[in-house]
């Protein structure tokens, strides 16, 4: 089973230990600003701190938890990533918190 990591507990994840990848979508952050509501859900960790997301080109990845509770990352896009990422799709993953 292939595994996504995330640095720090994050409340958007609800807990769950695996997921489906649903969707894979490209953001250039130098052409299109997020929106600060989508920043502050995906970089928001439960000890109340932001993850810096700086300008740049990154990928979108949409999962579906294991209770059934939807989530998304957005992740530094290369093209060997998005390449490994859409050809995990409708895989499951396991949600690794690092340092659990």
């Given at each position: 089973m292939s595994r996504i990591k995330f640095s720090s507990d994050y409340p958007k994840l609800w807990k769950q230990k695996s997921a489906f990848l649903?969707?894979?979508?490209r953001i250039?952050?130098?052409y299109f600003p997020l929106p600060q509501e989508l920043l502050d859900y995906d970089t928001l960790n439960s000890n109340n701190e932001y993850y810096p997301l700086p300008?740049?080109?990154y990928l979108q990845l949409v999962f579906?938890?294991?209770?059934?509770?939807?989530?998304?990352?957005i992740r530094r896009r290369t093209p060997q990533k998005e390449d490994y990422y859409r050809s995990k799709l409708n895989?499951?993953?396991e949600i690794e918190i690092?340092?659990?």
């Open positions: 649903i969707h894979v979508g250039d952050r130098d300008r740049g080109d579906l938890g294991d209770k059934r509770i939807p989530f998304c990352t895989q499951v993953f690092m340092g659990e």
